[in-house]
């Protein structure tokens, strides 16, 4: 009997000794503490505690955390607007007051989560509710800003942090979707609308300035021609006057009547009428009145280009 009871007070002493030695895991902090009362922290690894004394009260992880939040919250003109969001947060340091304050500002895990997901939703629906219905899908990232300013201080006082906060969805009611799809496929109407004007209006200016252009040569291009005739008639005009003169000078060395000459260019105009005149009827003064009063002109006009 004695025996067993050396045997029994073995095996409590290397329990005790056992318990002295307590592992915490990468990650976690442990909170020790004694006859109910916080004492210290204990770091990841191997530590010492006093056995049957100290008791780990909580290990508090350090490592990032995130909830999914879906919530609802009223623009200042009264429209739904239904927010699906992801919240990730830490434990802010690993500093002893820090530790302490996660470890007993709450009951339990759960009652954390609560206040935080309320303190989120309660910042979102205040900064929408000052914001009307087609603001809230520009203004996501002023949102995101206006939380973290908000949340964190309160957090802090938790030893927590907001380290980001991303709002993955945000919807209207079908109402308000069915009526946010019709002004916008109203607005794309109305750009096409512009688009398409401003394109006929430049197709039609382009056309206009092409069509001038194209009168411009056309215009250009006749009155070289013109020109190019006008000196042609001019020099055939020249060319006729220095043939006749030429001719006339030497009929005078011949003792000849220059009206010969004459005489031949009107018969020679007959001639030409006759054979190219195509049909068409031409009224000549046969007589010997009408010859002489031809004639009379031709010299007129041959007197006149010799002046010149």
């Known amino acids: 009997m004695e025996q067993l009871k050396e045997y029994w007070w073995v095996v409590l002493i290397i329990l005790a000794f056992l318990s002295c030695f307590v592992t915490v895991n990468q990650g976690l902090i442990g909170v020790v503490t004694m006859f109910g009362k916080y004492r210290r922290i204990m770091r990841p690894g191997l530590n010492f505690k006093i056995p049957f004394f100290e008791q780990i009260y909580k290990k508090v992880s350090i490592q990032n955390r995130s909830v999914e939040l879906e919530f609802q919250a009223v623009t200042v003109d ?129 056309a206009a300035e092409a069509e001038g252009n194209a009168i411009k040569i056309a215009a250009e291009a006749e009155r070289q021609a013109a020109q190019l005739r006008g000196q042609g008639v001019a020099l055939f005009r020249e060319e006729v006057a220095k043939g006749m003169s030429q001719a006339a000078e030497q009929m005078k060395q011949a003792n000849l009547d220059t009206n010969v000459i004459l005489f031949g260019m009107w018969t020679e105009a007959i001639k030409n009428f006759a054979e190219y005149g195509k049909g068409n009827v031409i009224f000549l003064d046969g007589s010997s009145e009408g010859m002489e009063k031809t004639m009379r002109q031709i010299m007129a006009m041959q007197q006149m280009d010799g002046k010149k």
Do not use: C, P
């Not at 205040?126 to 914001?131: D, G, H, N, Q, R």
């Open 78 to 206: 009264q429209a739904n607007v239904y927010f699906k969001s992801m919240l990730l947060y830490s434990v802010i340091n690993i500093d002893e007051e820090t530790i302490k304050n996660v470890a007993f500002k709450f009951i339990s895990e759960k009652d954390l989560m609560q206040a935080l997901i309320r303190t989120v939703e309660g910042s979102i629906r205040a900064f929408v509710s000052t914001k009307k219905q087609a603001e809230v899908l520009n203004v996501r990232r002023d949102i995101v800003e206006n939380v973290k300013e908000q949340v964190d201080k309160t957090l802090e006082s938790w030893g927590f942090h907001l380290q980001d906060l991303q709002i993955n969805d945000i919807t209207f009611d079908e109402a308000i979707i069915t009526s946010m799809s019709k002004v916008v496929a109203s607005n794309n109407l109305k750009a096409a609308a512009e688009n398409e004007g401003q394109a006929l209006l430049i197709t039609k200016t382009k």
